[in-house]
């Protein structure tokens, strides 16, 4: 399969191009908990690849209602654009082969042929450098500490994230979307470095549900330009702006109430979050 061409600047947009294009189904990604397909979209000259996930796909859960995954992925994209970083790749709902579902454009390295699940391991293999196992108490310059991780039978090894602002920034997104399963494997590098989080189904609960790979920040203050996006982000949240209107759309009244509680939150203690102590903080596994 040729790969797939890029969107010219300008002309149409990535959403466009996801909501108005034809999808074709090329592949699964078979080790997906849910049904995740590897399409092509096209519209007019246009192509580009992406990850197609049916509602009907979706195995229930017991702490989010069923059919809801799909809206959630699309909500965090909605509150990633409004936070002006860029953080969630393009992601439309949309009726597609096997019914309605989320469709989000392919950042990473493109997949290929049926089973594209080894390409989605190469995509996000770029994001490696971000994480690791180190030995000893302590993380070391440019790194920040998460917690102690088995590795062995009676050995240890301290998991520790970089500190880069582009992590930091997830890290403020996840707390706004309240993400339930930041792992590693959902950090992924696109064109030029750019870092996008992806796998956003578990999002918006209205408990607490905090859990990932990101605590290196704990406490620490917010930096400025955190402030400033999250100050944005609430009066876009207000009753009435178009991105309250979208996300009453995507999610319940309560849950949409919720995520102006979390803004409100951050912004009134001026710190990133720390684990709540009523839920794993960690997810699992990590990767």
């Known amino acids: 399969m040729p790969a797939p061409e890029r969107i010219p600047a300008g002309?149409?947009?990535p959403t466009e191009l996801l909501t108005r294009g034809e999808l074709t189904v090329r592949g699964q990604i078979r080790e997906a908990s849910n049904a995740v397909l590897y399409c092509t979209v096209g519209y007019?000259?246009?192509?580009?690849?992406?990850v197609y996930k049916p509602v009907a796909g979706e195995r229930p859960l017991w702490d989010f209602p069923d059919g809801t995954l799909a809206q959630r992925e699309v909500?965090?994209?909605e509150v990633s654009e409004a936070l002006g970083w860029g953080l969630v790749p393009p992601t439309v709902l949309r009726d597609g082969p096997y019914g309605q579902g989320m469709v989000q454009l392919w950042v990473g390295a493109e997949a290929s042929g049926e089973d594209a699940s080894a390409d989605a391991e190469d995509a996000g293999a770029g994001a490696a450098g971000l994480l690791a196992l180190v030995e000893g108490d302590e993380p070391g310059d440019g790194w920040k500490a998460v917690g102690f991780a088995q590795v062995g039978?009676?050995?240890t090894a301290l998991l520790v994230h970089a500190d880069d602002a582009r992590l930091?920034?997830?890290a403020v997104l996840d707390a706004v979307i309240n993400n339930a399963d930041r792992k590693?494997?959902?950090?992924?590098?696109?064109d030029g470095g750019h870092l996008f989080g992806i796998?956003?189904?578990v999002t918006f609960n209205v408990e607490d549900k905090l859990r990932t790979l990101l605590w290196g920040w704990a406490g620490e203050k917010l930096p400025e330009e955190a402030v400033d996006a999250l100050g944005s982000l609430r009066d876009g949240l207000a009753a009435g702006e178009p991105l309250a209107e979208r996300l009453g759309e995507l999610l319940t009244a309560t849950e949409v109430d919720a995520v102006r509680e979390r803004v409100a939150a951050l912004l009134a203690a001026g710190r990133h979050p720390g684990?709540?102590?009523e839920w794993p903080a960690i997810p699992w596994p990590p990767v």
């Open 275 to 277: 684990p709540s102590g």
């Open 153 to 155: 039978e009676g050995r």
């Open 11 to 13: 002309r149409v947009t």
């Open 75 to 77: 909500a965090a994209y």
């Open 44 to 50: 007019e000259e246009h192509t580009a690849a992406c």
């Open 184 to 190: 590693g494997g959902h950090l992924v590098l696109g």
């Open 199 to 201: 796998d956003h189904g």
């Open 168 to 170: 930091r920034r997830l």
